[in-house]
């Protein structure tokens, strides 16, 4: 049994609920023990991560977090940013799986975050699960 920390940036709350109503099902189905940690928005996300991961506390992770376009470049630093320091700390052998989700609208968030429909927080709940197999494979 794994202890898997979700870690969601709080800023679409209705979003975020579906999003981590995905992964603890995923994770909980699987035996895994999940806690939740709220930041403020999703650039806020890899800095948790770095921190709960230097902490040794937890096996893997789970990003969640909605990022809907709007009328300037801030889509584009936020959700470029986020998944480039995510993969960033993938690199150094942390098992995260990101869902974060960079969507057009609410009507694209609502159908990817909703477990009922695309179920992205699961699918992120999975990979999360995925890298952390292949790092016991491997010894790491």
Do not use: C, W
């Not at 109503?21 to 928005?41: C, D, I, M, Y």
């Not at 809907?68 to 995510?86: L, Q, W």
């Not at 975050?113 to 016991?136: H, N, W």
């Amino acid at each position: 049994m794994a202890k898997i920390l979700i870690v969601e940036a709080r800023f679409y709350e209705s979003f975020n609920d579906k999003l981590i109503a995905g992964a603890k099902a995923a994770l909980e189905a699987e035996g895994h023990k999940t806690e939740v940690l709220s930041v403020p928005g999703a650039l806020e996300l890899p800095g948790a991560i770095a921190l709960a991961a230097e902490s040794g506390e937890y096996d893997a992770f789970v990003a969640i977090g909605v990022v809907i376009r709007g009328e300037t470049y801030h889509f584009e630093i936020v959700a470029g940013e986020s998944a480039r320091a995510i993969m960033a700390l993938t690199m150094d052998g942390i098992a995260i799986g990101n869902g974060i989700l960079t969507v057009e609208n609410e009507e694209q968030a609502l159908v990817r975050a909703d477990p009922a429909q695309k179920d992205k927080g699961g699918e992120a709940a999975k990979a999360a699960l995925a890298l952390l197999a292949l790092a016991s494979r491997f010894d790491v």
